[in-house]
């Protein structure tokens, strides 16, 4: 029963997270009910780790229309996903999170709430600590280049 939920749950997170209007009252409830599978995934329950990546790049797209609320709940529900997923994280998957043209480091490196930037600092730290080699180098080369262009940055914002 419960899987059949998640099939349905799922199914409608993933076209109603493309359509505009609907995102913004979907993300939280997503987010809820995709942690709850998360936790129920070594049990019963079969999560698919590409139908969570697409939750999560569905809502990284309109990242520009999230709240501080539906930015630190989307930043919640990837640290739990990259959790969850350690040993079957793709390089893929990190380099649309990290990558400088990601949506997450553009939108969110330079926010002021501290619930934003504590959950950005929890993803590169649970991302930093894998034991995935090839996903630490894309990892590492993606922040090195984040911090020449934040340099960069800098002077104009004061």
Known sequence: MLEDIKEIVFSVAESALVEEECVKN???????FSLIILTCRNSEIKVDAEVIERIIESQMKNLNMFSETEIASLLYFITEYIKEFKNEL???????????ESVLVTNVTFNNDRRVKNGLIKIYHDILALKNVPVIQVAYKCIIDQFGSNLKKIPSLI
């Open 26 to 32: 979907l993300v939280l409830v997503v987010n809820e």
């Open 90 to 100: 793709s390089v893929k998957f990190v380099e649309n999170l990290l990558c400088r």
